[in-house]
């Protein structure tokens, strides 16, 4: 039997890299206030019902206030806040990570006041793959910044950095 040759992990991440995606902080509401992390490992999953996955990291320290809460925001950032999916993309404690955002609580879970899009989820399921765990959330209420003069382009990652849309 032929073995298939191991792919470099750190290649790996250069190839996948050329996948551009958006950007998104989500976050929960736990005991001792608002969490959130910036992810790109975001995805539609079914119309009917609604449903979303996210993926975290399983060193987070925000997937287990979501699991504990059992309902998550999914925050989709516009072009310019680089700075902010950096400060969430830290390892700075929660209270420090929302001293550079102001947030409003809809629905259970903090929501960005200047995000692009917001989605609420209710936790459907987690389950472990690999070095993170894949979580589905239904989802329950969302809302996007149409209004005039807003900057409407959304953040994109791709091959390790972000751009825009040209």
């Not at 958006?22 to 969490?35: L, R, Y």
């Not at 404690?93 to 006041?113: C, I, N, S, W």
């Amino acid at each position: 039997m032929e073995t298939t040759p191991a792919v470099d992990p750190a290649r790996y991440r250069e190839v996948i890299g050329s996948f551009a995606t958006g950007v998104a902080i989500v976050t929960a509401h736990g005991p001792d206030g608002p969490a959130g992390l910036t992810t790109n490992a975001v995805t539609s999953l079914s119309l009917d019902p609604l449903l979303l996955i996210v993926c975290f990291d399983n060193g987070s320290r925000t997937l287990p206030i979501v699991q504990s809460a059992g309902r998550f925001a999914v925050n989709v950032l516009r072009a310019g806040q680089e700075d902010l999916a950096r400060v969430f993309a830290s390892k700075r404690e929660a209270t420090e990570k929302f001293d550079a955002a102001t947030h409003t609580v809809a629905h259970g879970v903090p929501v960005l006041d200047d995000a692009l899009a917001w989605i609420a989820c209710d936790l459907e399921s987690l389950t472990p793959a690999g070095d993170h765990t894949i979580g589905i959330g239904r989802v329950t209420h969302l809302s996007a910044d149409d209004s005039p003069g807003a900057t409407n382009d959304p953040l994109l990652f791709f091959r390790g950095g972000f751009g825009r849309l040209a």
